[in-house]
């Protein structure tokens, strides 16, 4: 049997009138226009005063008032682990080998995703509660929730966002972001995968060079990706996350075999003091896209993220222009992907994704990156209204009503083709569910322990924090599926190279030492993460006294979401 396409090219025909940010040049901005949709896709894009395509003449149009977007695409976040809240980072870091082994680490982060990713129940609301943080921030497009099943079958949660890893269609070649140890252990073998990746115009999502490109073991990362001296595991398919450790001269060694990378500033400046040297990055022409990495050191979402590399840029002198950030969320992505014939433009025959942020006037790109989640007016993914205000979303049935950022909104969660008990579990239960369970961790962590306990057959089987039960009384997601976490390498593969360099492996990481005490007795309760930034009190009174964190990005963030700078 083959699998359905997640999204058809199918839906309603209908009409979105605002000012349209194409995103095909910074110019092509259409103060007063109107898009034409037919199932899915864009039929027309043109001025409001044009008369309307055939068959459009008797449809009223949808008037946002706003500013419209392409949907935004985020390139890296971990989804699975964004129920968690902000970690208040215990020290500053070198690398990406050490922050996991901190005791807090297992306390705060992998030990509460052990017991949600495995609990009857709870995967369902995280991927709903997850999904919902993303949808309000007008992402339409992100790095997917990895399931497992104890039948050892991986897939992809398939929710109202696009997933960039399964989409069943052609159109949207799917990438990876993760690689076999062999693969991971050879640069030969690497670039084998790369081009085999790269004949069929798929992309390779992969962490590179974690950390302060000072520290010699990080920057090793990426040196071990050379063969010889012309040589090196790096072609159009490699989409290097992070890559914070590069040097000057590696820059040029990733432009010119065509590499791009996915930047996270706050996640870096969090842990390391420090990001990805973007000037460089710039500088060279490298394609450079926007990810938030996850909940417990990075943004909320993209507009947050859009923020942070807005005020380091400013505070570190590097000319950025906000239509360059908006392409890090649409264009770029698209074009990472391979995905650019289909999203991340407003055009004739693109997929009907957008985002709308309210108001008309002054720079629409200065408008994006000002918009707090409460500027969020409509979001709209292939052709369906998913999330909005009741004024844009009337009409639609079976809408879930919400507060979000101080402002009314509305959720259509209906979908076809969804996981059936993901399909009845409304936002507001699984924010009950998550919140129950968050308070409850070292009970649930005790029924885990208490239930007969086997391995699993495949997943985090290589962790230390593995106590599994058997697959019958966690049964989810028909059968027995879990969450991946994937901050873990499991038998599935690893989402960073294990390259030797000088005979060493670069890029191990080492689980805590201190992962034998049971999680019944680690674990403590915490709270769920808000759903967004602006009424977030947690987050502010975290970000407060995160001590990596420069001051100029803190302040900034303070008062662009209206609240005093700490300091
Ligand atoms: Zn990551």
Not at 189 to 204: I, V
Not at 214 to 240: R, Y
Not at 277 to 306: C, F, H, T, Y
Request: proline share 5%; with cysteine; charged share 20%.
């Amino acid at each position: 049997m083959v699998d359905p396409i997640f999204d058809p090219i199918e839906g309603p025909k209908w009409v979105l009138d605002g000012r349209i940010v194409p995103m095909t040049s910074e110019h092509d901005v259409i103060d007063d226009g109107r898009i034409y949709i037919n199932g899915g896709l864009i039929e027309a894009v043109q001025p409001a005063n044009q008369q309307p395509p055939t068959a459009f003449e008797e449809i009223v149009p949808i008037r946002t008032g706003g500013t419209i977007f392409p949907g935004l695409i985020e390139l890296h976040n971990h989804l699975a682990y964004n129920a968690l809240p902000l970690w208040n980072v215990p020290k500053q870091y070198q690398n990406r080998d050490q922050w996991g082994r901190h005791p807090d680490y297992r306390k705060l982060i992998s030990g509460p995703m052990n017991v949600l990713g495995r609990t009857e129940g709870l995967i369902q609301a995280v991927v709903r509660w997850v999904e919902a943080k993303s949808l309000i921030a007008g992402t339409t497009t992100s790095q997917g929730i990895a399931l497992f099943s104890n039948a050892g079958i991986r897939k992809y949660y398939r929710g109202l966002v696009r997933n960039a890893e399964e989409t069943n269609d052609d159109t949207l070649p799917e990438a990876a972001t993760k690689i076999g140890d062999v693969d991971a252990a050879s640069a030969p073998r690497l670039l084998e995968r790369l081009e085999s990746m790269a004949a069929k115009g798929k992309k390779l999502i992969l962490h590179l060079a974690e950390g302060r490109n000072d520290d010699d073991s990080a920057n090793k990362h990426f040196l071990a990706l050379k063969i010889d001296d012309d040589t090196w595991a790096i072609n159009e398919a490699l989409v290097g996350i992070h890559c914070t450790a590069l040097r000057h001269r590696n820059f040029a060694t990733l432009r010119v075999r065509n590499g791009s990378i996915v930047w996270s500033p706050l996640s870096n400046l969090l842990l390391y003091g420090k990001t990805t040297d973007i000037e460089q990055a710039l500088a060279e022409g490298l394609r450079v896209s926007l990810g938030s990495d996850w909940s417990p050191s990075g943004s909320k979402n993209l507009l947050m993220e859009m923020k942070v590399a807005r005020l380091h840029c400013q505070s570190a002198g590097i000319p950025v222009s906000d239509y360059q950030l908006t392409e890090m969320v649409t264009t770029n992505p698209a074009d990472m992907l391979g995905w650019g014939s289909q999203v991340g433009t407003i055009e004739e025959g693109r997929r009907a994704d957008f985002m709308v942020v309210s108001g008309k006037s002054g720079d629409p790109y200065g408008r994006l990156l000002s918009a707090r989640e409460s500027s969020v007016v409509l979001v709209v993914i292939n052709g369906i209204r998913r999330y909005g205000q009741p004024r844009l979303m009337r009409e639609l049935p079976g809408l879930e009503a919400r507060t979000v950022g101080g402002s009314k909104r509305r959720f259509n969660l209906h979908q076809e083709n969804i996981e059936q008990s993901v399909a009845g579990l409304s936002l507001g239960d699984a924010e009950e569910r998550l919140r129950t369970a968050l308070a409850t961790l070292p009970d649930l962590a005790r029924a885990l322990e208490q239930g007969s306990v086997t391995a699993l057959a495949m997943g985090a089987g290589s962790h230390a924090d593995v106590q599994v039960g058997t697959g019958a009384s966690i049964s989810s997601l028909e059968g027995s599926w879990f969450l991946e976490l994937d901050h873990l390498d499991g038998p599935e593969g690893t989402q960073r190279p294990q390259l030797p360099f000088d005979g060493v492996a670069t890029g191990v990481f080492a689980p805590s030492a201190a992962a034998g005490v049971p999680l019944s007795e680690l674990l403590e309760p915490i709270e769920l993460d808000h759903l967004d930034a602006k009424t977030d009190a947690r987050l502010w009174a975290t970000l407060a006294v995160e001590q990596n964190l420069t001051p100029a990005v803190r302040d900034g963030l303070f008062s662009s979401y209206g609240r005093r700078a700490p300091g």
